[in-house]
C-alpha cells in the first residue's frame, strides 16, 4: 500500500510539473521581448536607363508581357530591353547576373512567384531595381504590392517607371535529410507543416486548369493531419520552446489571395511576423479562417503571432518546408532571417 501511495504521489508530481514547465513556456514567450521595428524608407523617384527583361517563356500572357514592356520603354526614350529567358535548369538567377554584367539597372521578372524570387536573389543589395510583370497562379508579391494583375501595359508601367520601394528580403537556411544546407531567400512567407505538405500534395494538372482554386482542393486534404512537436527559439530569447504545432509561417508581408492573413506583417519594416499554428482539427481551422476573414482583433490559442528577426526551429520528426509557395524540401531544423531594405522594388 505504500508504495503504491508512492507511486500516485510521484505521477502527480510529474505530471504537476509538466503543467507548471509548459505553463511557464507559453507564459514567457507570450513575454518575449519585441524587437526593433523600422520606419519605412520613403519610396524615390529613380529613372531607368537601361532595362532587361527576364522573362518564363512557359507562362501564358509571356509574349504579351514581352510586347508591353518594349513599347514601355519605346515611349519613355529608351532602348529595347535586353530579353532574357529562363530555363528548366535555371529559373532566373543566371539571367539576372546577365543583366547586371550588361550594367541594366532597372531588371524586371515576368514570371511567377518562383522567376521573381530567383531574380530578386540576385538583385538583393545591389543597386539595381526590380520589376514585376505577374504572369503565375499565385502572383502573391504582385498582390502585396498592388501591382496590376490583368493588365500587363499598366504592370508594365511601373516596372520600368515606377517609385522605387525598398523592402526587406526574408532567408530561411535548411537542414536538409541528406546533410546537405541550402540558404532560400523569400519575398512573401515561407513555412513548415501543414502549409508547405499543401504546396507539395497540389495536383499541377488541377492548378493549370483553375489557378489557386487548386490549393483549396490540396488543403481539404491536409485537414485532418496530425499536429507535430517542434522547439524553436525567437531572435534574443536564451532557451527553447516546445509546441505542437500543424504550421509554422514565416511572413514578410502578410496577404494571401485578397485575405490579410498577417495583419501586422510589413514588408519594410525590418522584421518578421512568425505565426504559429496549432489546430487539433478541422474546428481549429474554421476558427483561424473566421478570425482571418472577419480580422478579428481578439488573440485565440490556435493561432498565435510573433515579430521577431529570426527564428530557429528544430522538428521531432521530418517535415515539409516551402518559400513563396515552392516546396523546398523535408527537414529537421531551419534558422529563418530578415534582411532590412535589402532589395530596390518598383512599385505602383
Known sequence: MQTNRVIVFSAVAAAAAAA???????????NYSKPLIKQPEAAEQAAATKVALVINPSKSGADEAREAVVRVCAEAGLEAPLVLETTKDNAGQDAAR?????????????????????????LEGTGASLGILPLGTGNLLARNVDIPLDDLHTAALV??????????????KLQLLDGKEA?????????VGTDADLFDD??????????????????LRQLLGQRKKVSFKLSGDESWQTRKVRSVLF????????????????IDDGVLDAVILSPRSAAGWTWILLK???RAKNKIPVMSFYQTSGVSLRCDEP????????????????????????????TP
Open 20 to 30: 507548471a514547465t509548459s505553463w511557464y513556456s507559453v507564459r514567457k514567450l507570450s
Open 98 to 122: 546577365e543583366a547586371l554584367d550588361a550594367q541594366c539597372d532597372t531588371i524586371i521578372a515576368a514570371g511567377g512567384d518562383g522567376t521573381i524570387r530567383a531574380v530578386a536573389e540576385v
Open 159 to 172: 516596372a520600368v517607371r515606377g517609385m522605387v520601394r525598398r523592402i526587406d528580403v526574408g532567408h530561411m
Open 183 to 191: 540558404d532560400h531567400a523569400f519575398l512573401v512567407i515561407a513555412g
Open 202 to 219: 497540389t495536383n499541377e494538372e488541377l492548378k493549370s486548369k483553375v489557378g489557386w482554386l487548386a490549393y483549396s482542393e490540396a488543403g
Open 251 to 266: 511572413a514578410n508581408c502578410g496577404k494571401l489571395q485578397g485575405l490579410d492573413f498577417v495583419p501586422d506583417a510589413k
Open 292 to 294: 482571418t476573414a472577419f
Open 319 to 346: 517535415m515539409n518546408t516551402q518559400i513563396d509557395g515552392d516546396p523546398t524540401g523535408q527537414v529537421n531544423e531551419l534558422q529563418v532571417s530578415v534582411n532590412p531594405s535589402a532589395l530596390r522594388l518598383r
